[in-house]
């Protein structure tokens, strides 16, 4: 053995099973392989096969001595012993080398231990097989499973039904579940109520030409032979269909604050999109991804995680990976940049002409509305003005006053606040930094529309709701919009039948104030996400 080698870009010690194995594995790589053994006869045979071979004691530092550094060493005899030893002598002769360590067959504790402290990384293969068997036959194999025998069973086709005026991550997870449904050997329909109002939802829909069925309250869908929730987890809480409407399939990632009652429920909070948990369904299933269901995905999580800065987990990265290469990068951008109407301009001009400043807070009513989606790029668009940390802006359409909400680096849960201000008299919730409510004006709905005391009662009653959740919320005092002495009339307060309160809040995450059911996603949160929920 010469005193010098030349560079050798991969180091493999050891002639056994696993050795071999990796030789092959390597062999057509870029690179130099060399392979040191204590068999003299191994290191014969790699050589007439074209490897560089050599004999030498691979646990003593000595025998790499003149060696050039190696990129990487992979230690990888079948005695545990040895390979600890060796990794030891790799370490010393190659301390910036990459040291990859197999334990051998049946390594002892300490040998483990050692090599952990030792090596970059170890290699285990009881472990492996361990995590693989778990991989396929666990919980989410489990579930796959399940939701595939309740589609089965269904006698009909099946109604997936996302939350009231939906946003881009519930069209995408009801465009993945009709895909699986389509496995299932059931054809599906993607079922929504109220509108598609947001510009560059509208793109989104028509420019991947996403078929959907547009439902009236109430709608019979006795047509059908089940019924699934995408987005959102009860049936009249944020949706159209009656609350006693018995559901087959719940997928959502928003956390129900009731029971959820449905044949399979899957509900995964620890994710930023239901898009994510749809992505892992169909990876489970093995599923080609055509390019419409992976462009629509990773749209539903780049809107829901807000261009993966909110609420978002590493399962929504390793999600949108995986659906990247099949996705059309090209109608994305096209998707980003879609013309805004008039009335959505109009709304966000009359939202920064009336603002008004309460500390960092910022309050701004724009009165009628004629394009609800306005509101939540309104108060999207109002915090980036300077020193505002929370941004709430409102406005009445057809006998209903509607909030969106916005905090920036703000020590405040603005889900939790609006619940606090309109729970009792409404629907309220959402995200800490994104939410929305919904109230119903009742009775004062017969005032004349042009009256302007209307609007001047909704904005003292909305204002000073806001304000005291608020001050609670963040232990300050914030100057009032109206004078001390002003206490004008609460039409939310007294003298009104529930029956005139609203009841839920549209919009599901994207609109994400959370489930409208039971406030966990408001119609503005809604009419959210980044702006582009409804």
């Known amino acids: 053995m010469s005193d010098r080698r030349d560079m050798t870009s991969r180091l493999v010690l050891g002639c056994g099973t696993l050795a071999q194995a990796l030789v092959d594995r390597l062999a057509d790589r870029p690179g130099e392989l060399t392979v040191v053994t204590t068999d003299e006869t191994g290191a ?58 197999y334990v051998g067959t049946e390594p002892g504790p300490s040998v483990t231990a050692t090599l952990a402290e030792v090596a970059d990384e170890v290699i285990d293969p009881r472990q492996e097989v361990a995590d693989r068997v778990l991989a396929v036959a666990g919980d989410a194999s489990v579930r796959v499973r399940k939701l595939l025998a309740v589609i089965r069973n269904l006698d009909g086709p099946l109604a997936i039904v996302a939350h009231d005026n939906p946003d881009p991550d519930a069209i995408a997870s009801a465009v993945a579940l009709q895909r699986i449904a389509g496995i299932a050997g059931h054809s599906a329909d993607i079922c929504y109520f109220g509108d598609i109002s947001h510009q560059e939802n509208r793109a989104f829909v028509n420019l991947l030409d996403i078929e959907m069925r547009n439902l009236e309250p109430g709608a019979d869908l006795s047509e059908y032979g089940g019924v699934a929730l995408v987005d959102h987890s009860r049936p009249g809480v944020n949706d159209g269909l009656p609350e006693t409407t018995a559901i087959d399939i719940v997928i959502d990632h928003h956390p129900p604050r009731e029971p959820v009652d449905a044949r399979f429920v899957d509900l995964r909070s620890d994710v930023g999109a239901t898009s994510t948990l749809m992505i892992d369904y169909l990876e489970r299933l093995d599923v080609t991804l055509d390019e419409v269901t992976a462009t629509a995905l990773l749209f539903g999580i780049r809107v829901d995680t807000d261009e993966f800065t909110r609420e978002v987990s590493p399962e929504d990265f390793a999600a949108a990976a995986h659906v990247l290469p099949h996705a059309d990068l090209g109608t994305l951008d096209r998707i980003d940049s879609p013309s805004m109407s008039p009335d959505t301009l109009e709304t966000i001009a009359r939202a920064i002409q009336n603002r008004q400043r309460h500390g960092p807070a910022l309050i701004s009513g724009v009165g009628r509305l004629s394009a609800r989606d306005a509101l939540a790029q309104a108060a999207d668009r109002l915090l ?102 002003f206490h004008g009339p609460d039409p939310f307060r007294g ?3 529930d029956e005139d309160l609203g009841r839920g809040i549209e919009g599901g995450d994207a609109g994400d104030a959370k489930d409208a059911e039971s406030g966990e996603e408001s119609d503005d949160a809604d009419t959210d996400d980044a702006g582009r929920g409804e």
């Open 44 to 101: 014969r045979t790699l050589r007439e096969e074209g490897t560089a071979a050599e004999t030498g004691d691979v646990t003593d530092p000595e025998t790499f001595a003149g060696w050039d550094r190696p990129d990487s060493v992979v230690v990888a005899t079948d005695d545990p012993a040895r390979n600890e030893a060796a990794a030891r002598a790799v370490r010393l002769a190659f301390p910036d080398a990459f040291l990859l360590a």
């Open 495 to 497: 003298g009104l039948p």
């Open 384 to 485: 980036n003005l300077e020193d505002v940390t929370t941004t709430f802006v409102y406005g009445i359409s057809e006998g209903t006053v509607y909030v969106s909400a916005r905090a920036r680096g703000a020590d405040i849960d603005l889900g939790e606040t609006l619940r606090d201000a309109f729970g009792q008299i409404g629907s309220a919730g959402g995200h800490a930094d994104m939410a929305g409510a919904q109230l119903s004006l009742g009775l004062l709905d017969s005032v004349d529309g042009d009256d302007e005391s209307l609007t001047e009662v909704v904005d003292a009653v909305i204002t000073d709701r806001f304000l005291e959740a608020y001050d609670s919320r963040t232990n300050r005092r914030v100057t009032d919009v109206y004078p001390d002495d």
